[in-house]
């Protein structure tokens, strides 16, 4: 009697942990086939679109292998109540019992409540995306951005991020109308599909998604400033489209749902954009600018404390309305900057590593879930028509994004973005994480459920055709010699990068980058280096250097000791980034892999910062190993008609100081 | 209209945000508070018990500080139903919503529901605690196990762990039952309390917590041996405490609950032990087994892996209806045994850094929230009379189970288990997070309520008391001169249990440790170093070495080509330990965490597996670091008038293979 709600919860707790072993088990077996093709060296799909397969293939077997039939115990009440609560007390015969509301039921063809139990314990509270899974994501984004040249194109990225954003959304919208209106006078639509609807539509699938374009793109190792361009734009455009529709969701007026323009609601729409993009922005900053510089002893204290303060970066900006993704990302990329430095060697591995692997287990959770929801999710509308319309207005918005806009950033731009590159930008534009989310988050009425259906179809699409087809079609773009996909092409194309690199090196020495940068960069750069980064974190030039004379005691008071110690061996602004080659290649290991463990172990031992992010010194590095192994020249086999086998002398590596050259050692 | 349960959604989302954020700040506040202690060396109070003191500070606050009068959206129903179903679907005009029961609402003074909206969010359904924050901190244990110790005193350990656990739970039982019949008789009792309540309680409170141990015990560097009896303990304790509380339960014959022996029931109870003790083990050890050999190339897929296997080990043993808890041990302690050998360096760093991160988390969330309970928890039921036998109980449940096991264990031991030493272990028991989480599982009945708050005082008290208490007390056994606390005390006692390290080497040099191990462990060690290390790992001897002739080809075909290799340098079995020195110095940094930190460097860039885990070999480390600073003597300031100076002449540090002594090359 008295035990009842124990044995209940238990029961109902082993049904649970059922289901959640469903997904750990689909994870598993997608990083086991990851390995596979890793090992095999199989690249023709991404793994995303394999966690996606394997979320396939059991949402299949659960629609239609397992029927378990709906627990007798649930009861159906029929009250008068005329909305639903988020908390329901219950008196059952005088005591009170909690319940909180989980979502609308989905309801079959007939209206009906659908009865298969199986399906409704696997759907997850959509909440789940946006408060567990996408905040890793978002912040490893953030965390591993290369800032350096992302903040030499931040122009670009903004125009790219903020217009191009808006741009799409607002023609996705358009040509969404259109084909809601056209679909409304053939009588194709099957309930209310208002305008507002067509924007928020607009801005959900305008989101790219940067997890792709990451793995693919550090994959290929293409230039360092496109690659930041995308990158940027891809990380931003999330942030975008989240306040974008949120700001969509409050335009439309309360109760009346008709598609009138109106001035003022589109104003405070606006104004609502505004606010909580700049009061996350502030926010995910303000706590990036935190910064704990005497717990060094402590690498799990410190490491601990690191992974709380992005957390409740994204809590508070959640619970003071902001959009917490947003916070969270501005905190990555601040803690970056700063908080990195100020990290023991110790826990910068730690943090490093655990956001790598929370983002690489949330990435491919997702992604699984994602394939599961196809079959699934019972409220699918798939309408052809719509979807037809849909893939057009992505492929027109991305379009009206792209060209116009590299058009007129190119007439201010001294590094031209080329066509191609163009081509590459219009194609690498995947939709994805975010996405998905957004759309999941409200499926309740008609026009959201042909929405979620159709955002799937899209995110499935551009995974797996454009996803799978970047690689390939990068280097049509890119390199028209490319012939074949063997391992020697990767050698080739290393070196085709090796040689573009070394090129771009000797036309502009890399130490003056900062005199050839817009001013804006150029005085930020300056404010950064001499008055941000030693206030903030151990490396820069200690204050009583850089601020004038008569403030010399408040320096003293503001210049942490160590700072003075690391005088004589500033560490270079471009050394900060934290996704490192060696990272990458970790991440996706491949040839390289030996090198650099080795070149790692050589950095920490002698205990200098080692060498950059640059895509040059990662082939340094590279050309350094493969020196180790051959001797001190480089012969790298090239079996390409048109270009003779190269041979490269390289520079001796810069020993690093205080210890001798590695080799003579051994 | 159609955004109501949108708008709603993200209503309900940013109280929930500001209530995790609660706790986020609890933690960070922890953390920067244990780095002060640290810091400063302060020690007289663990930092389990600190941030149990945060959490009733806010408990507090919340209690009387704050008033937030429930949701006027809550609506209470009055329906027909004669039980408490799972999920409820409501039938909002049409619309079918579905609920979740969260549990019964705890009721004030006047048996209403009470109306602080806060103090109900703040409370957390109890299930999070065993199946996120529980699991996370009893791998850790597992992982970090010393085997080596643990297996030689697994006949002592199993004794203490299960007969001992069961003599305390009886004990503490029929006390109880004394004091509840007495209660009852006086007429002090408000509800019903039964014998199995008594049982119950019992179990619950004899599970001792291994977090407090481990902790103080690393610090003190105490006797390894012991320290392994105390620790293997508190471990398996609270695997035995979990099925033991759970058979009670299934005992409890349902619908009637009479206090009648029935001998039938009890055999039952018996066999559910037994079945679900074995049947966790089972699980757990089976997927330690499970090995992942060729994913060593990938860090990233491998510490992924290596997670998600131990948490479906968990979610596997629970689907089943055996104890997820048990099973994550044996896992935990299985994959340090075998798994761990084939993971790659980098993985083997990751992994523990992971979950050394993870239960250090999970600790201070429960013991913060423990606090937090203490006022925010509607339901309690202080009673005096009640609370004062149940401390008698647990005193007397202890000693029952120390004194006794520890003289009949003595007759069989060689190495004695002191009378001191019996103490030490009376007073170690603290409880923590295992008993908790059992207690706050079930709260309905009166029973359940009296038990809870009771169990709470408990766990404060040992924590408070004994925990503040253990490290002097543990002094004053040991070490009778033992005097003040300053800082060159603890160079005094390290100096001592160097000497005693020094002796006991000298007693029984180490290598011979196998010869005079009782005889299961002797045939346990070879089988396992001669066929399943071989077989499951890379470490240990080819099998084509240890196999009969005859089994050649089936050898050749289970051997690994990596084990060929490491032939040469077979890996002592005491070096496989997980929990190395340097990592508990990390942990609780102290004087010798320069030490360590050089000393891992020199182990890694060497690519050995460094100084084993044994109490001596640390103390040997922390010695040669003393000899690097002055000199080749080491010279320890001892002002005790009993005993001089020590001056001891160490032995030069064995330098690891294909590498000079660290001193000359620098």
Partial sequence: LDYFPFRLAEESHRQDSANLLIFITLLTLTILTIWLFKHRRFRFLHETGLAMIYGVLVGVILRFGVHVPQNMSDVILGCAVNNSP??????????????????????????QVQDDEMLRKVTFDPEVFFNILLPPIIFHAGYSLKRRHFFRNIGSILAYAFVGTVISCFVIGLIMYGFVSFMKAVGQLGGDFFFTDCLFFGAIVSATDPVTVLAIFNELKVDVDLYALLFGESVLNDAVAIVLSSSIVAYQPAGDNSHSFEAMAMLKSFGVFLGVFSGSFALGVATGFMTFTKLRDFPLLETALFFLMSWSTFLLAEACGFTGVVAVLFCGITQAHYTFNNLSPDSQDRTKQLFELLNFLAENFIFSYMGLTLFSFQSHVFNPLFIFGAFLAVFLGRAANIYPLSFLLNLGRKNKIGSKFQHVMMFAGLRGAMTFALSIRDTATYARQMMFSTTLLIVFFTVWICGGGTTPMLFCALHPIYRTFNQKFYVKVTVFFFRVGVDSDQDSPRRD?????????????????????????HSGPPLTATLPTCCGPLARCLTSPQAYENEGRLFDDDSDSILNDATVSSMYADVTVSTDASGRTVNRSSGTRGLSDDCVDHDLALAEHEVAIRGTRLVLPVDDPVEPPTTVTLPSPPSPPGSEPRRQRL
Same sequence: chains 1, 2.
């Fill in 513 to 537: 980058t900062k005199h050839e940068s817009a001013w804006p960069f150029r005085i930020w750069y300056n404010f950064d280096h001499n008055y941000l980064k030693p206030l903030l974190t």
């Fill in 86 to 111: 988020a908390t329901l007390l219950v008196n059952v015969s005088g005591r009170f019992y909690e319940y909180t509301l989980k979502g609308e039921v989905g309801r079959g063809k007939g209206h």
